[in-house]
């Protein structure tokens, strides 16, 4: 019989499908269901956007390969976005545009690591960046986040692990699966530590158009001297512009990683989709204020939720931003994979495991309260103080 690649066959299933499985199960006897699994908008594209979409898919312009690195309108554009944000000198020459932000991830791991090699990892961690770097046969090693810190990263422990043959640090923030928010501070130091021992810093920032406050850049690693040398960002339009169907992403780096990148991409896809690079490029100038306004729905859910698991004293919230909360549940002896199945199929409530996200996280479950408006997030009050798992 023919063989498998080992690294491929290891893995596990993908997590999201066998959790999507367990909702088919319910009832519906507690009330609709409440869906806070996958990380997906829970509200429409903007109608503009859905007509650029449809325009630029119509269009013959975009049917033929395009570059490589992303269309250039969408590479300025973007780079425009970006420079304002930070405050920093970024160019269309620090752009590549990929199929996603896992995507994004995969190339930036295989442009500066080989199998043998290792990345660092918080733990818990994005297992689709832990998959990645195993099946690739790229080493992970972790650093735990203490759930006492709102699991921030400490940069002592991070430092300590920079040893010699570590290639990368891989960090998200806002984090998935908790929605910790990394202080820009935080991120200044642990870059500080990365760039003295020439390791790169990645930094996924998937949902940074979520934090609070839009006045605030993120952090200021852009404009720190040499940071095209030291420093890699992943972004996401998926969440921000609710077209996760249409695959786009980016990376921000200097021009040498984007050579790198290049060509990886040219082997893995050619180019990202090109009708929906174009429908992006006009989207971004064009729909900040509803971006803004989204960025404030995403917030009152947040505050919804915390009001929620303020009058559950059993249930932990343990930390909470952008589009996801890690909340511990109250059963200590049962792991999060049996309590996440439970509350799916008898009580409607659709969660990710803390078992997906890494060893010792099976007091946890993820919340992507994103997914659901306030008055659907109110719901989860009754639901939780009276699930009791079987057995107990």
Not at 1 to 16: A, D, G, I, T
Not at 213 to 220: K, T
Not at 246 to 268: C, F, S, W, Y
Request: hydrophobic share 45%.
């Amino acid at each position: 019989m023919p063989h498998f690649n080992p690294l491929v066959e290891k893995l596990s299933p993908p997590p999201v499908p066998s959790v999507l499985a367990w909702a088919k199960s319910y009832d519906g006897s507690r009330g609709p269901l409440i869906d806070l699994s996958q990380a997906v908008p829970g509200y429409p594209a903007h109608p503009d956007m859905l007509a650029w979409l449809g325009e630029t898919a119509a269009s013959t312009a975009y049917t033929g390969y395009g570059a490589i690195e992303g269309e250039a309108v969408l590479r300025e554009a973007y780079a425009a976005h970006v420079a304002g944000l930070y405050g920093a000198a970024v160019t269309a020459d620090n752009i590549h545009i990929t199929s996603g932000c896992n995507q994004a991830f995969i190339c930036t791991a295989m442009a500066i690591a080989g199998a043998g090699d290792t990345i660092l990892m918080t733990n818990p961690y994005y297992f689709n960046q832990e998959t990645t770097l195993s099946m690739l046969g790229i080493n992970v090693e972790l650093v735990p986040c203490d759930a006492g810190a709102g699991f921030l990263p400490e940069v002592d422990a991070i430092a300590a692990a920079l040893r010699p043959g570590i290639r990368a640090l891989a960090l998200v923030s806002p984090n998935n699966p908790t929605g910790a928010v990394y202080p820009p501070e935080l991120l200044a130091r642990i870059h500080e530590a990365c760039r003295a021992k020439g390791v790169w810093l990645i930094l996924d920032e998937t949902y940074r158009d979520f934090l609070p406050d839009a006045s605030i850049a993120p952090h200021g690693l852009l404009s720190s001297e040499g940071w095209q040398q030291s420093f890699i960002g992943l972004y996401s339009f998926s969440k921000s512009f609710c077209i996760p169907g249409h695959r786009l992403g980016a990376i921000t780096a200097g021009p040498a990683v984007i050579e790198q990148v290049t060509k990886i991409m040219d082997n893995l896809q050619i180019c990202a989709p090109r009708s929906a690079q174009a429908a992006v490029a006009k989207a971004i100038p064009a729909l900040a204020d509803w971006r803004q306004a989204n960025r404030a729905e995403i917030a009152a859910r947040a505050d919804a939720l915390r009001d929620v698991m303020s009058r559950l004293p059993k249930w932990k919230l343990q930390a909470v931003g952008a589009y996801f909360a890690y909340v511990r549940h109250p059963f200590p002896d049962i792991d999060s994979q049996f309590i996440a199945e439970k509350l799916a199929k008898l009580a409607g409530v659709v969660c990710l495991p803390g078992d997906y996200f890494g060893e010792g996280q099976e007091n946890y479950l993820r919340f992507a309260f994103a997914n659901a408006d306030a008055e659907t997030i109110r719901k989860l009050e009754e639901r939780l103080a009276n699930f009791t798992p079987p057995g107990l």
